[in-house]
């Protein structure tokens, strides 16, 4: 029987990780797979939490997270599919792609 | 055939539409089309006037309506009324103005393609005042005032594009359409005014309800009498009557058929109709009526002033109706004060000396109504073919146009009071009204001078004008009319001046036909209110009148103003120069500043009116739009002055959020622990 901090702190370790990414990579597409790290940390809580409960919700509730990432993944890899049709970049720090914000 | 009462109207608005659709296509560009629709409309009056009058309902009101809409409990209708005052009221409007549109025919036979317009409005016109006639309830009443009310603007209006006398006159034209309408505007605003508060006291606008004593009984009367001095400041407006008189004068602006409809059988005489009308209740407040014939009596005497030096042949004819009108308001509010009297005492001779005052303001109406229609329609013949409104450009014209010269006698002999015919019958019975009511209050016996005065003053302008136009040595126009053998007017211009000319002589004998009796204003011993079935006294007027020494009073004075007129401008024995030192002196300038009213209106218009405009601009543009502005800037600077705080790099959104997070975590524990455990 794997104790159960083990996943919490195997959960901490994905999430801090996945945070890492987000703040100091600069590359987009290395930036949306962070996010995913990230989630992913929190889909193992959820199953752990879930186990731990005897509770079967949890599960359910990573069905529909990981449901729920694929489908914002689709709509981030287009944005930057046409990101990258315009500049032939995908870099974040790119002058006229933040230019786009007001 | 009194159920069909309501095609009165009907038949000139339906040749409205007619002409206005088909009017280009058709003769004389829809004339034929209106002057049918006005024979129509009077030969209908005359066989429901006959009907009623002969029939057994007689002396009651036949009415009848159909539910128009309801606003809560408040019905409003349209329907008919019909008594001897509408009788008498729609058959001389409907019979002058079908002889106004015939004279049309060769007044505006040059106009062109315009006349189609000309045609359409004058129907429309009819119709207005014909509605206005026969309307059961005062709301009816007010929409034909005010169909009136555009109709007399567009007309007036009508050469405002392009003028015969050229570019000056199109834009004087333009501008006298616009004060008459805004006048007259003034005072339908207190009209309406008097409107709500008739129907915020009765709950109904019917006349029915509205003259029935009982229901005059349950309303409160001081809100009566605030009631018909609103009602009356309509009145004022549109007949004309000081201190809103200034809009009538302009008006001359507009084709003289336009001026003989408006003054003779329409527009004005529906201001003293809405008197008469609303006669039951203007009698219940004696006060009411003093203020009604101050204002008459004072106009009288007060337009007949301006008359005096006038040389435009229109413009003093304007005046003339203005005086006119006068007289007849003057009689009603006589009678009327009478009346008012005789019910608060219980006096059965005070209330007939005061309907014999509506009857003769009434009278007054009809006769006024034929010979000025007369007079407006020589004075356009006379215009037609001198081509100019100046009367120093005129004299000598009698031996060119004899018919009208003689027709135009005729019709001053009428307005001037000239005994026997008929102008003279109903000013003296007007002058008797005021008289009357001297004995009771001191006001009517100085409005009663102010009225023998006008009367002489009434002979002498009159007279005045057709000796300068007639009489005396040919002036320029006439010299150059002659020499391109501009002579009488065609047929259909002459023929309705004979026929009027008639009427203008022989009308003042209906009262002794039983038109009194028509007219007399009684409360039935059923317990209303209404015009007709009265005693008709027939030929005793005759000795009432030539018994009365102050008939003798007014005849002298008027023959001595025709006969001053006289040595004045036929024989030029005197010379009117010497009476204002050649038109140097302070009055004379007065008088033809018109008293300084267009330049009070001005002035008014000018300095309340634009100082209010103004005031209102201030406030829609600084305080309104300042508001809404400020508000939308101060939005719009804030989200530009916060949208800064974003950079468009992701790293700072990211570390935005997990410091937040971080924060809310720390913020979360920290109140857990103070609250006591987790």
């Not at chain 2, 039951?280 to 004696?286: C, M, S, T, W």
């Not at chain 2, 005994?419 to 000013?427: A, I, L, T, V």
């Not at chain 2, 053998?485 to 065609?490: A, F, I, K, L, R």
């Not at chain 2, 008014?604 to 405009?613: F, M």
Request: with cysteine; glycine share 12%; charged share 10%.
């Amino acid at each position: 029987m794997i104790p159960f901090e083990f996943f919490l702190v195997l959960a901490a370790i994905l999430f801090v990780i996945g945070a890492y990414g987000v703040m100091t990579k600069s590359n987009a597409i290395i930036v949306l797979m962070c996010i995913e790290l990230m989630l992913n940390a929190a889909n193992i809580n959820f199953v752990a939490f879930g186990a731990y409960n005897s509770d079967v919700m949890g599960q359910a509730f990573v069905v529909m997270s990981i449901s729920v990432a694929a489908a914002e993944v689709a709509v981030g890899i287009a944005i930057l599919l046409n990101a990258y049709k315009l500049r032939k970049t995908t870099e974040l720090t790119d002058a006229e792609l933040t230019s786009l914000r007001w | 055939m009194i159920e069909y009462t309501w095609l009165i109207p009907f038949v000139p608005m339906l040749c409205f539409v007619l002409i206005g659709i088909f009017g280009q296509k058709t003769p004389e560009k829809g004339g034929y089309i209106a002057i049918a629709g006005a024979a129509i409309s009077f030969a209908l009056s005359g066989i429901i006037a006959l009907e009623y009058l002969t029939g057994p309902d007689y002396p009651n009101v036949v009415v009848d309506s159909i539910c128009w809409f309801h606003i809560g409990d408040l019905q409003l209708n349209l329907g008919y009324y019909v008594d001897g005052l509408t009788c008498m009221m729609m058959l001389f409007s409907s019979f002058i103005s079908t002889l106004i549109f015939v004279y049309s025919v060769g007044y505006m036979g040059d106009q062109g393609g315009r006349k189609k317009r000309y045609y359409a409005e004058v129907s429309m016109f009819l119709s207005g005042m014909l509605g206005l006639i026969v309307s059961s309830n005062f709301l009816e009443m007010f929409i034909f005032w005010e169909v009136m009310g555009l109709c007399s603007y567009l007309l007036i209006g009508f050469w405002s594009f392009r003028h015969p006398e050229g570019d000056a006159a199109s834009s004087n034209a333009a501008s006298a359409a616009k004060k008459a309408f805004l006048v007259t505007r003034f005072g339908d605003v207190c009209l309406m005014g008097g409107l709500f508060v008739l129907l915020g006291a009765f709950g109904s606008l019917d006349f029915v309800d509205l003259f029935n004593p009982v229901n005059i009984q349950n309303v409160n009367p001081d809100t009566l009498t605030l009631g018909m001095l609103l009602c009356f400041g309509g009145v004022i407006g549109k007949s004309a009557q000081f201190p809103l008189h200034d809009w009538l004068p302009d008006a001359m602006a507009g084709p003289t058929t336009v001026s003989s409809l408006i003054h003779a059988a329409t527009m004005v005489k529906a201001g003293v109709y809405l008197v008469a009308r609303g006669f039951p209740l203007f009698v219940q407040n004696p006060d009411v009526m003093l203020f009604v014939g101050l204002i008459g009596g004072f106009t009288a005497f007060f337009t007949a002033t301006m008359a005096l030096n006038n040389m435009n042949i229109k413009r003093v004819l304007a005046y003339s109706t203005l005086s006119q009108l006068g007289y007849m308001i003057l009689s009603l509010g006589a009678g009327g004060y009478l009346f008012a009297l005789g019910m608060d005492s219980g006096n059965a001779a005070l209330m007939a000396a005061g309907t014999a005052g509506f009857v003769a303001g009434c009278f007054h109406m009809m006769n006024h109504a034929f010979f000025k229609a007369l007079l407006f329609m020589c004075s356009g013949s006379v215009i037609h073919a001198v081509g100019t409104e100046d009367m120093r450009l005129m004299g000598g014209l009698r031996k060119q146009m004899p018919i009208t010269s003689i027709t135009m006698l005729l019709g001053s002999l009428s307005i001037a009071g000239f005994p026997f015919f008929s102008g003279f019958w109903s000013k003296d019975l007007v002058i008797e009204a005021a008289f009357e009511a001297g004995d009771h209050n001191v006001l009517f016996m100085v409005l009663w001078v102010l009225a023998i005065v006008t009367a002489f003053m009434t002979a002498f302008y009159m007279f005045r004008m057709w000796f300068m136009t007639f009489m005396g040595e040919k002036g320029k126009n006439t010299l150059h009319a002659a020499e391109h053998g501009h002579g009488e007017s065609p047929k259909s211009m002459t023929a309705p001046l004979c026929i009027l000319a008639v009427f203008a002589v022989v009308s003042g004998f209906f009262i002794m036909f039983g038109l009194d009796g028509m007219l007399s204003f009684t409360e039935l011993p059923g317990g209303f209110f209404q015009v007709g079935g009265g005693h008709s006294e027939g030929f005793e007027y005759f000795s009432e009148l030539f018994t009365n020494p102050y008939t003798y009073l007014t005849i002298v004075l008027a023959l001595v103003g025709i006969y001053i007129a006289y040595l004045m401008y036929a024989k030029k024995k005197i010379n009117p120069g010497r009476f204002n030192r050649e038109g140097e002196s302070v009055l004379y300038k007065v008088l033809t500043k018109r008293w300084g009213f267009p330049d009070l209106y001005n002035q008014l218009s000018w300095k309340l009116g634009y100082g209010i405009a103004r005031g209102v601009d201030y406030v829609d543009r600084q305080v309104v739009d300042g508001t809404v502005n400020g508000l939308s800037g101060a939005v719009v600077g804030g989200g530009e002055a916060v949208s800064r705080v974003q950079t468009g790099d992701v790293h700072d959104y990211s570390s935005v959020v997990l410091l937040g997070i971080a924060v809310l975590a720390v913020l979360f524990i920290v109140i857990a622990k103070i609250m006591g455990g987790i």
